[in-house]
């Protein structure tokens, strides 16, 4: 903790008057009772009792800090964002990690994907990546987001986990495949927070001056290199330290060793979307490199600590909705659904002015809106200027430039089913197959094997037939390491997803 200054040292209520005493309440006599006129007792007890707002629902638990990205490539030719404008320009960014399913007091080791924010204070307001760790997302549709969360919680009739509510859900589920595949290997367990990669996931668009438009994905590649724990070392870890990559990512800053990563950009043109052999926009798949190589655009480095945890870390709020010029969002299901959701629980949970908290607010350049009022208004709220537009009082005013491109939609608005030719197994078998090692390969088993241990036979067999469908040798193992019966497994995978559930209800 840093000493405060002999003028910061008096101790004072929150208006500042001078306190004489924060040891003895006010009471009648040396036994009391306790008067209601010390003021400072209730101020002190009525804050203690407000002062946990509430938990986020997921990425409850997480660690922060500020650094700076800096453009190494030129891309004005796919975006006009300013930030991104000129080779060597940098701007300063406030990054949290976290886990995603957990409770604030969960381990840090847990299998989970991780959360990967990056808020960058851009002179034209902030642009948040909120991304992961993994390319990929276990589901396609925002509205399937509440139940998915629900089952990697705890069950409403025992408040534990339950491994029943998980593969329930993920074997319904069969886009879910190649996250799970993901979340088994030892990717699920990473060492740090400063071992990891970091991804967009999502397609997004760039558009440039001339109206241009190209969708894109971003990585976050660790200039550490990548380092994971095994399931069991894991499970130790989470006995030794439950705060560890909290504290890793921490004390490496304060002791001089930023985390850096290279920041990548897959960029894909419209005609080449239009066409492309899985649907570009799907969370559930990764864009092959050898289909559309990445190209390094930028580096960023994390040099910082954060002074106060609540404070900024606590109270820092990021929405993939926050774009500049420049960048924008795509048709992606999932995406479209997130752009409402985070600014929503950002207002239940810190209120419904977090934006005038200062982690959150920007810092190249000001806001200026007609948004009044409300809880926690702690800026100027607008001062005499006029709240309502259109006025003749000077008010800010809309810039035309600022909009972003025009696109074709078409089809009809009605609830439809995600029908891409292309299957939900072919890259998580890929995955198995070509990218894993044969101790890649033991691990995944393992650690499937013995979550899944404690789930109904039904659900088993329904999960364990999906991994067949993704690859047989996949399915196989798993089967074998639940004694599962093998020529029941593939029949299940025969059948369609909805007579494999018929068959397992």
């Known amino acids: 903790m840093k000493r405060k200054t002999s003028k910061e040292r008096t101790l004072t209520d929150g208006f500042g008057k001078p306190v004489e005493d924060d040891q003895n309440s ?25 002062e946990r707002i509430p938990e986020r629902v997921v990425h409850a638990k997480g ?12 891309v004005t030719k796919y975006t006009k964002a300013k930030f991104l404008n000129k080779v060597g320009k940098r701007t300063e960014v406030f990054a949290r990690f976290s886990t995603v399913g957990g409770e604030k007091g969960s381990a840090d080791s847990e299998r989970d994907p991780r959360g990967f924010a990056v808020k960058f204070y851009t002179e034209e307001g902030n642009y948040d990546m909120v991304g992961n760790n993994t390319p990929v997302f276990f589901i396609r549709d925002a509205i399937k987001f509440p139940d998915f969360i629900h089952t990697q919680k705890r069950n409403p009739a025992t408040n534990l986990k339950d491994p029943n509510m998980f593969w329930d859900f993920l074997s319904l589920t069969p886009e879910s495949i190649h996250q799970v595949t993901i979340l088994f290997s030892d990717r699920g367990t990473p060492a740090t927070f400063r071992h990891m990669n970091g991804y967009t996931s999502h397609t997004y668009k760039w558009y440039n ?48 060793v930023f985390p850096s990563w290279r920041v990548e950009a897959q960029i894909m043109t419209p005609e080449d979307a239009e066409n492309y052999r899985f649907d570009p926009f799907d969370i559930t798949k990764v864009w092959p490199h050898g289909d559309v190589p990445p190209i390094t655009i930028g580096r960023m480095v994390l040099n910082r600590n954060p002074d106060n945890y609540f404070a900024e870390v606590e109270q820092s709020a990021f929405s993939p909705a926050n774009f500049v010029p420049g960048i924008a969002a795509s048709p992606d299901k999932l995406l479209q659904g997130r752009l409402f959701s985070y600014h929503d629980t950002h207002r239940h949970r ?8 200062p982690v959150n607010q920007p810092k190249g350049t000001l806001a200026n809106h007609y948004m009044r009022d409300g809880p926690m208004m702690t800026g100027d709220n607008g001062g005499a200027g006029p709240n309502y537009y259109p006025n003749t009082f000077n008010g800010p005013e809309p810039d035309i430039k600022a909009g972003e491109p025009a696109f074709d939609l ?24 070509k990218v894993m090692s044969d101790q890649d390969r033991k691990h995944l088993i393992s650690n499937i094997v013995g979550h899944m241990s404690g789930a109904e036979e039904r659900i088993k067999y329904r999960q364990t037939a999906l991994f067949y469908l993704a690859n047989a040798d996949y399915g196989k193992r ?4 639940l004694k599962l019966d093998l020529k029941r497994v593939k029949e299940l995978a025969s059948m369609t997803q909805e007579d494999r559930v018929k068959a397992t209800v």
């Not at 660690?63 to 030129?74: I, P």
């Not at 078409?410 to 197959?433: E, T, V, W």
């Open 26 to 50: 006010v009471t009648a006599g040396r036994s009391g009772p306790v008067l209601v006129q010390d003021i400072h007792l209730i101020e002190k007890l009525a804050h203690f009792d407000r």
């Open 63 to 74: 660690a922060g800090a500020y650094g700076h990205f800096e453009v190494t490539a030129d």
């Open 209 to 256: 001056d001339k109206g241009e438009h190209y969708w894109i994905k971003l990585h976050f590649k660790t200039e550490q290199g990548i380092e994971n724990m095994t399931g069991e070392e894991a499970d130790e870890m989470r006995k030794v330290d439950p705060d560890h990559a909290t504290r890793d990512l921490h004390a490496s800053i304060e002791r001089g």
């Open 350 to 357: 810190l209120g419904a002015n977090y934006h005038l908290i």
């Open 410 to 433: 078409q089809g009809k608005a009605a609830r439809q089913r995600h029908d891409h030719p292309n299957s939900d197994f072919i890259q998580a078998g890929d995955l198995y197959s």
């Open 478 to 481: 798993v089967a074998k390491g």
